[in-house]
């Protein structure tokens, strides 16, 4: 099974017992081994959640990793295009 995310990563939760937490960024900290429901999960660091902040677990596919910038996007600045 391939994981959505690794540590380091920025994700969306997509899914969360704590409604609260939906549609929160959280950074993915490390991979927990510690049964949490029944499951293995990320542990997240959830910076707008106090109450969630660096403990909370999620399961992989309740995340949704944030993409980063792309190297070129095909855009260009005007002056490059009157140049």
């Given at each position: 099974m391939a994981l959505r995310c690794k540590p380091?990563?920025?994700a969306i939760i997509l899914h969360a017992a704590d409604e609260r937490l939906i549609g929160r960024v959280a950074?993915?900290?490390?991979?927990?081994w510690r049964d949490i429901h029944g499951f293995k999960g990320w542990?997240?660091?959830?910076?707008s959640?106090?109450?969630a902040s660096n403990d909370y677990a999620c399961r992989?596919?309740?995340?949704m990793p944030i993409g980063g910038v792309?190297?070129?996007?095909?855009?260009?600045?005007?002056e490059?295009?009157?140049a």
């Open positions: 380091g990563d920025l950074t993915v900290v490390r991979w927990t542990i997240l660091d959830v910076p959640c106090p109450w992989d596919e309740y995340l792309p190297v070129s996007d095909d855009v260009h600045d005007e490059e295009l009157h």
